[in-house]
């Protein structure tokens, strides 16, 4: 008898001191959000003095609203798959941003539209490359995912296939808006000096987002560079390069000089230092934005969560449109580097 209770008290006592390991576990005892959100509409040379009040609002607006897209669907308990989809869209309609309607020309004078998306709980994923005519190009990458056998479909073939199940097409006029007809009008009359996209202001559009299932989710949708050759393909619907997602590390979206962001793998490399060194989601992206990039003069940034809720945002260019938002409540739209 005197054993049993022995074997009691000491069953009692791992049992508690198990639930102290637990706790431990997560030093900061940090409560998991149910649902956060984190977007970035675009990296580049912006400061507080060259912006007008107006456009500073305009950007500002933006943000928020994308983000009300994105937690109207997980605070409803939606997928992390549909909030990115949801919030990207909002920014792919707004002009002021580099993606769909207001996306940059080619030196054609055409907008040639890039767009990626990735699931973290199935690490399955889709992508188009160089559409003219699909109204909401994660629309179509979401559908490659969804429906075809394959990861990345490109140009007319993959319009033909978006076409086919029911997405929206537009002429290619409905993305260019005077805005940007006045900025290829203006490269073409000053040639000269060659454009340079490290200076450029970018405005590609990203989401990566994680629901009340623990699932992670990120997309990307541009119109890629300024004055790119026609043909052209970025790092936004590149797996890897410009969007990655996975449960067990963190989901990821880029933006800015493409071509550096693919020789990088970028997006990836978030993950894999999180997976492989044990860094935090923090440390990887800081190391990858502002080290690692910055020893190569690439410009640029990104968006990321992980599992827990934790957002990243570094950019190693003076500013980034940028957002995140929690169901503790904590919400952000930053433009600017100190604020
Ligand atoms: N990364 C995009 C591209 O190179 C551009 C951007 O993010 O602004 O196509």
Redesign the pocket.
């Known amino acids: 008898m005197r054993y049993i209770y022995l074997l009691l008290i000491l069953g009692l006592m791992s049992f508690s001191s198990c639930d102290t390991s637990n706790a431990q576990e997560n030093p900061k005892n940090k409560k998991r959000p149910e649902w956060a959100l984190v977007i970035h509409g ?3 040379y912006m400061s507080p003095d060259k912006m007008e009040a107006s456009l500073d609002k305009e950007y500002r607006d933006g943000l928020a609203e994308a983000l009300d897209a994105g937690e109207r669907v997980l605070a409803n308990g939606g997928s992390a798959e549909d909030a990115v989809v949801a919030t990207i869209q909002v920014m792919e309609a707004n002009p002021r941003f ?1 993606s769909a309607v207001g996306a940059v020309l080619t030196m054609e004078g055409k907008a040639e539209l ?1 767009a990626s998306f990735m699931s973290g709980n199935t690490r399955n994923s889709g992508a188009v490359a160089g559409v003219t005519n699909l109204k909401s190009p994660i629309a179509a990458a979401r559908l490659v995912m969804d429906s075809s056998k394959h990861v990345m479909m490109a140009g007319r073939g993959a319009e033909v296939y978006a076409m086919s199940h029911g997405l929206d097409t537009v002429p290619n006029s409905y993305f260019i808006t005077d805005r940007r007809m006045d900025q290829f009008n203006r490269k073409i009359n000053d040639l000269k000096p060659k454009p340079d996209p490290v200076k450029k202001k ?3 559009v990203g989401c990566a987002a994680l629901d009340k299932e623990g699932n992670l989710a990120a997309g990307t949708s ?1 119109g ?2 300024m004055f ?1 050759e026609y043909g052209r393909v ?3 619907p590149i797996i890897g390069a ?1 969007t990655y997602a996975d449960n067990n590390t963190c989901a990821v979206s ?6 550096y ?1 693919i020789r990088n793998v970028v997006a990836y490399d978030v993950a894999a230092r999180m997976g492989y060194l044990k860094e935090s989601l923090k440390d990887a992206a800081d190391y990858i934005i502002n080290d690692k990039l910055v020893q190569i003069e690439a410009s ?1 940034g990104l968006i990321a969560i992980d599992k827990e809720g934790n957002v990243a945002m570094p950019f190693n260019s003076s500013g980034m449109f940028r957002g995140y938002r929690k169901s503790t409540g904590e919400n952000y739209v930053g433009i600017y580097k100190d604020e």
């Open positions: 675009g990296a580049g580099n890039d970018y405005g590609t541009t890629g560079m790119k970025g790092d936004a410009g880029c933006t800015g000089h493409g071509e962001f640029g």
